[in-house]
């Protein structure tokens, strides 16, 4: 039943879905093919309007030429001068009328002439009416465009005589028959289509002085440029610009129009037609379309019932299908949850156990473990810990002891708990709690290695420290007596051979008391070394020198200790500063081959800084990796001096200098 009703529903929002898509299909066509149809119209109207606004300025321009011509005959400017000086002058009026009458004859259809007081003198043909509708063609040409059943252009100008003192004025009119003929064709277009002629407002008005030609006759109107904020097709030819575009006329009709101005003579034409006139054949066939699109959706929809009515029966197969899968699924995904948990817990035991290093501290030891540990648990964001050694507890960062459950695992060193490692939850969690206590005790058992390790490594260097105290004793006690004891007695003997007149004995006897000596001094030297006595005495920086001094003479090269100030530090400090420096000085000389070592003990910026540098080999590069850890192999010596260093609270840097060899740094703040 619920697939029955799913097939419903599915052919039910196909079809409004079809239905939707079809008429969307069809009103983009319908909008591409109107765009189309104005582009064209507009096209059409915009050449049309050029050709007519070519007509216009060339047939007003030559009017405006004609009079200017006339205003310039000598016989006219001679007649006026006469009349001025004579006013009463017949013979100047009556040749100055004979030269306004044959103006007729130069397609003017009325003209007059006036003196400069302007009084009429003479006049030839019938003038337009004030009433008569008119257009100011041009503010500088004091000319106008009259519509009297056809286009009339009247100008007037001002005639001057050799000293450009003005004598009068001629008036003009003349008949423009081929505008009238331009401007009245405007049923060529389209019944809607109009032919709009108009002069700019003047600055006491906004209204514009407009000739409208339809398709009724020419009528004469003042329209603003701008209507319900919306600027007519008028307004961008006044303001220079030519084009078309699909907007509102004055009479808030949407229209396709073409404007553009006629520069010369300060005036703008439209020539448009009404967009309901523009797509009435394309309206018109909208009826047959729509007949065939509903064929095309009722098609549509039984050819999709059918579809579904196919696909409904595979949905059925493919439902019993996905519940098998779903079952795979959620065991697979309780599968892939168990191997995540025992994969975390892999990488935390692999990371605590490859960074776990001699010489961390057990505060950082024991950081590291929080830190891959908590990690590792089910629930991390609520999981914390902390470890008890010897009765000091170190906590994790989140630590919180109100724990409702715990997991605990014990830390044994040579079969003694001396700890307890602690991971404690804020509230019950449905965790694993079998599987993260095994992870505990692995990680106790690292934490137990890691303990040892560091246990021997002190034992290490306890008996490193006290086999070099007993043979450094054993040498300056004993040995060095003894060879001593041996150099008296050669120098005794010395003196008795020569009482004796024993040449060749006294000789023997005199190298041997030599070869004591040497050897005295040698002793004395091995157990200063082993044994510093002067750190007692006299503090590190004499050893230092000494020490210095010693590496020169004994070795053959230079060896020098610089410092800047007197240090004072406890013996514990000193000793492992000393065997420290021992132990860098001696790997530049046998394994970097140095021949220049220098040693210096500064104070800087709060800081105890040590520093051994040489000219030697270097380190032997690993070109797999620029890790400075992976250049340095950590022997015995290298581990030592690093557990020196962490005994002391300071830090032990190897730098690689960049002119050759090797620069051991140690640092520590001063307490």
Known sequence: MQLIRDDRKISIIGGLLLLCLTLATGMAVYNVMRQQIESTLGRGLDVALQGKARLFESQISEGLAATRATVNRPFLIRSLEQIK??????????????????????????????????????RVGKFSSDHTPKLPISIRSNAWLYWNDGFVLSVTKDILDQAGT?????????????????????????????????????EASDQMHCLISQISGVEFRFLSRVIRNEALPMDYALRDQRGVIASKDYRH??????????????????LKLDEEELLKPMNE??????????????????????????????IRGSRKAKERAEQFSTELAHKELALRERFKEITCLYEIGSNMKSEFSIQEICQLVFKHLI?????????????????????????????????????????????HLYVFYPYDKPFLAFEEQKLLDAVAR?????????????????????????IGQELHDNLGQQIAAIGYQAKA?????????????????????????????????????????????NGLIAVLHAFAAKISTTYKIDCHFSTNSEIIMNDDVALNLYRITQEAVNNAI????????????????????????????GFIHNHASHDIKNIITPGIGIKIMRYRTKQIGATLEFLERPEGGVEVKVSRKLS
């Open 166 to 202: 003005r004598v009068g004025s001629l008036t003009t009119e003349k008949s423009l028959p081929q505008l009238t003929e331009s401007f009245s064709k405007i049923w060529e277009i389209g019944k809607t289509g109009e032919f709009i002629v108009c002069a700019p407002p003047n």
């Open 285 to 314: 066939q909208l009826k047959v379309i729509i007949l065939y699109i509903s064929g095309l959706i009722i098609t549509e929809i039984l050819l999709l019932y059918w579809l579904v009515h196919k696909l409904i029966r595979a």
């Open 493 to 537: 003997l010395e003196k008795r051979m020569i009482t004796a007149g024993d040449t060749a004995s006294t000789a023997i006897a005199t190298s041997i008391a030599t070869q004591s000596q040497s050897a005295v001094s040698q002793c004395r030297q091995l157990a200063q070394g082993l044994l510093p006595f002067e750190l007692e005495t």
């Open 253 to 270: 009709i949407p229209v396709i129009a073409a404007y553009a101005p006629l520069e010369s003579v300060e005036l703008g034409m439209v």
């Open 590 to 617: 046998r394994h970097g081959g140095a021949q220049h070592v220098d040693i210096s003990l500064l104070i800087e910026k709060g800081k105890l800084w040590l520093s051994i540098t040489d000219n030697g080999r």
């Open 85 to 122: 000086e004579q006013p009463n002058n017949i013979r100047a009026l009556q040749d100055l009328q004979r030269n306004v009458d044959s103006l007729i004859l130069a397609d003017f259809t009325a003209a007059s002439i006036s003196n400069s007081d302007g009084k009429e003198l003479a």
């Open 446 to 470: 690292d934490i137990e290695s890691w303990l040892a390790r560091k246990r021997l490594e002190q034992a290490l260097v306890s008996v490193a420290e006290e086999n070099q105290r007993q």
């Open 375 to 419: 990690a590792a648990m089910q629930y991390p964001d609520d999981a914390s810990a902390f470890i008890e050694l010897d009765g000091i507890q170190y906590m994790s960062d989140n630590f919180q002891c109100e724990g409702t459950h715990f997991l605990q695992s014990k830390i044994e060193l040579d079969g003694k708990i001396c700890g």
